[in-house]
């Protein structure tokens, strides 16, 4: 199984005012988005770079928060991440957290031999279980028969998902690209037949990373995302925890059922929970939130202090109860 490790996806938040450079063209777009006001384009030697959503709705986001977002064909040039670092720097921004990355590999079938239709049929026939309770959704059409094209682990508004889907198809229905498809050349993947892509989608970067050798925690950050072999064991983690199967026996206890074996001997050199924090939040929390989003409201510029504090502490709250998104999504538009 040839395999191909790709950054589909980088976005982060930034601090900082509106960009200025003799070095880039900015270019602001005559759209608006549900939490921000202003949308720019970020282009170097005429191609664009980044996209940048700025000046929040929200009253409760600072005003210099900005989010990054890499453009696809600049994500898929080599160092993109680092590049792009080193350019939001020169553009005055300053990285504070990741909002998004999604790594993917690409292949012609896994490693037992096994085609992505085959694992999806027998899934959904039972003759595979998911090691694990998980939430799914596919994609498929119904002609003559059943062609299954989409398979996802994990809901919109997951933590981290992951997702197999027939890249080929996407690339003739949607949008062909041809950076994609000249670098599955470059690694030697078969164009001739599909070329299918496992996804793994981490929209909250609050985990807890550890070594397995040394036991040594860190927090998943920006800097990172520099490190290819970094970012290859956080794919594979998100593996183990999203995408294993076993075959069903008359045994009882599942946990002796045997493994599916899609790849190679593969273990992680990283241990993340991704799970972990998903649900540490009660009914009470969200109550407690909207009543002081509404004082804040009732309160504000009668004392500039208490603007600042408060606001620091609602912020602090909503993130440690992992409602960040939830929070942005009621609150942003008033």
């Known amino acids: 199984m040839k395999q191909l490790l790709s950054i589909d996806w980088f976005q982060i938040g930034c601090k900082g005012q509106y960009p200025e450079s003799s070095n880039f063209e900015i270019v602001k777009m005559d759209y608006a988005t549900r939490h921000f006001k202003t949308v720019i384009e970020i282009k170097l030697n005429g191609k664009r770079i ?5 000046e929040p709705h929200a009253k409760i986001i ?12 600049f994500l898929y040039s080599p ?29 012609n079938k896994f490693s037992n031999g096994m085609h992505a239709q085959t694992l999806i ?17 596919a994609i498929g059409t119904d ?31 949607i949008k062909f690209k041809q950076y994609i498809f ?7 993947l078969d164009v001739t037949q599909d070329v299918w892509r496992l996804e793994l989608t981490i929209k909250n970067s609050n985990f807890t990373v550890t070594d397995r050798d040394t036991g040594e925690n860190s927090e998943f950050n920006i800097d990172q995302c520099i490190n290819d072999d970094f970012l290859l064991n956080v794919f594979w983690a998100g593996v183990n925890q999203y995408f294993t199967f076993k075959r069903p026996t008359a045994d009882k206890n599942k946990s002796r059922w045997p493994n599916l074996k ?5 273990i992680p050199a990283l241990h993340i929970d991704f799970r972990s924090g998903e649900k540490d939040w009660t009914k009470a929390d969200k109550i407690f939130i909207k009543k002081m989003w509404e004082t804040n409201q009732e309160m504000r510029g009668t004392d500039i202090n208490f603007d600042i504090n408060a606001n620091d502490y609602l912020m602090k709250f909503v993130n440690q109860r992992g409602l960040k998104d939830w929070f942005i999504k009621k609150f942003s538009i008033q």
Do not use: M
């Not at 980044?50 to 700025?54: D, G, K, N, S, W």
């Not at 000249?182 to 030697?188: A, F, P, V």
């Open 182 to 188: 000249q670098k599955w050349i470059e690694s030697g």
């Open 79 to 107: 160092n993109s991440i680092s590049h792009g670092l080193t350019y939001l720097k020169s553009l005055g921004l300053e990285p504070k957290n990741l909002a998004r990355i999604d790594l993917a590999i690409d292949f």
């Open 143 to 173: 002609q003559d028969k059943i062609s299954y094209q989409y398979l996802r682990f994990g809901t919109a508004v997951s933590r981290a998902s992951i997702y197999l889907y027939n890249k080929t198809k996407e690339l003739q229905e």
């Open 121 to 137: 049929r027998d899934y959904f026939s039972a003759k595979i279980v998911h090691s694990s309770h998980a939430k799914f959704s």
């Open 62 to 73: 600072p005003v210099d928060h900005n989010l990054v977002k890499w453009d696809n064909e």
């Open 262 to 266: 899609l790849f190679e001997d593969i």
């Open 50 to 54: 980044f996209t940048i959503a700025r």
